[in-house]
């Protein structure tokens, strides 16, 4: 019997978009389908990427190299987290993926999105989220919401600038590949934007 390839939902947005709210509520929506779960998160997920985690949001650098480590992290994340996962039947969920680098470091940074492209090419030509939530917020709103926060990582730390190109390019992203994006007004409350959730993911088979 040919086993079932898992889904892969990725969740996106500039830091104070409130994304990571939501991750458990729509982990606990797979978990009553019986299905096995992984959750993860980028740069991270394995114990290497976790490691190239601390020094991509801590450690100043030059912006290739910076996304040279993203992309190493990501690899590693595919072959030890992602890809085994989806072969056997789970769910794969992880807080950002290659959207957030064409985000971050095309828009945000200035980096030529044909170099974000060719990695992109290189490290995963044949994988692709099958749902990517986008939440998307004012970036007065995002600003209010990482002010009230934790202590601030480098990227959480830039300008309103750095945030306004990011966001522009994660809706370019989203226009282009409106198969399996989903936009969320993250500026709306927790319960409204919950029954939204329920909804997108009760119709995915």
Known sequence: MTQTR????????????????HIRFVADLIATRGVELVSS?????TPLGEKLRELVLHEKMH??????????????????????????GAWVIS?????????????GRGLDLAKIEALEQWVH?????DLTFL???????????LDAT?????FEREQSDF???????YLRRAEQYPHRFRIIDSSQTIPQIQVQLAEIMGKLA
């Open 135 to 145: 939440f998307d917020v004012p970036l007065e709103v995002a600003r209010a919401r």
């Open 95 to 107: 807080d950002r993926f290659t959207d957030a680098s064409f985000a971050y470091q095309g828009g």
């Open 6 to 21: 898992g889904k892969f939902i990725t969740f996106e947005g500039i830091d104070g978009a409130g994304k990571s709210t």
């Open 41 to 45: 998160r980028e740069p991270g997920g």
């Open 125 to 129: 030509p044949q994988l692709q989220p």
């Open 63 to 88: 912006l290739e190299t910076e996304a040279l480590l993203v992309f190493a992290s990501r690899r590693e994340h595919i072959a030890q987290v992602i890809a085994p996962a989806l072969e056997r």
């Open 150 to 154: 934790r202590e601030l990582d480098k």
């Open 163 to 169: 945030f306004s190109a990011a966001r522009a390019q």
